[in-house]
T-cell receptor, first 114, second 116 residues
Framework: RKEVEQDPGPFNVPEGATVAFNCTYS??????FFWYRQDCRKEPKLLMSVYSSGNEDGRFTAQLNRASQYISLLIRDSKLSDSATYLC???????????????FGKGTKLSVKP | NAGVTQTPKFQVLKTGQSMTLQCAQD?????MYWYRQDPGMGLRLIYY???????DKGEVPNGYNVSRLNKREFSLRLESAAPSQTSVYFC???????????????FGQGTRLTVV
């Protein structure tokens, strides 16, 4: 099983739609989780961190389910400007202590159409 | 505020040539990283430096070497380029090693490398 897995999409949705992305991770000891956004031919940028209690930032809601080892991102009222690739990112522990690596999923491409 | 700066932005190499990708950050971050991104493969960690003076291998280190020259700079060297190293390379930095809480990684704009 890959360390971080995402549905690659693409997700093609109309403006105003609600779209959800899921991501699963294999290492139950992972402690930090993120969603990054990457525009075409640009660098990834942090969209939001994901907390155990779930968190919301405007139209974006992130959820973490530790028992099932998955993370979700919900986008409500999609805008044309939301078109991008969304990367699920997990801190995978390495060795002992607090060391770990940021491992990226392959990304889910979202295309919002008028 | 420049953030993370990578040079060059584009490069074409012949097989067997060497080159160094430069990366500098002005955010006083302790940790720096090099990733490569290939179609269908996502971002894969090549090397990282948790703090000045230390470097460690990531997922795909073969064919690369790194130098953490000082706190600001982290370079990636290809000693003998191969077509399999054609990729987009991203440098990133973060305030603390990412195992220590929810710390954001900031990325440079990327270097598009083609090896022919």
């Amino acid at each position: 099983r890959k360390e971080v897995e995402q549905d690659p999409g693409p997700f093609n949705v109309p403006e105003g739609a609600t779209v959800a992305f899921n991501c699963t991770y294999s290492n139950s000891a992972s402690q930090s989780f993120f969603w990054y956004r990457q525009d075409c031919r640009k660098e990834p940028k942090l969209l939001m961190s994901v907390y155990s209690s779930g968190n919301e930032d405007g139209r974006f809601t992130a959820q973490l389910n530790r028992a099932s080892q998955y993370i979700s991102l919900l986008i409500r009222d999609s805008k044309l400007s939301d078109s991008a690739t969304y990367l699920c990112v997990v801190n995978i522990p390495r060795g002992g202590g607090s060391q770990g690596n940021l491992i990226f999923g392959k990304g889910t491409k979202l295309s919002v159409k008028p | 505020n420049a953030g993370v700066t990578q040079t060059p932005k584009f490069q074409v190499l012949k097989t067997g040539q060497s080159m160094t990708l430069q990366c500098a950050q002005d955010m006083n971050h302790n940790s720096m990283y090099w990733y490569r991104q290939d179609p269908g493969m996502g971002l894969r960690l090549i090397y990282y430096s948790a703090s000045e003076g230390t470097t460690d291998k990531g997922e795909v280190p073969n064919g690369y070497n790194v130098s953490r020259l000082n706190k600001r700079e982290f370079s990636l060297r290809l000693e003998s380029a191969a077509p399999s190293q054609t990729s987009v390379y991203f440098c990133a930095s973060s305030e603390a090693y990412v195992g220590q809480g929810n710390t954001e990684a900031f990325f440079g704009q990327g270097t598009r490398l083609t090896v022919v």
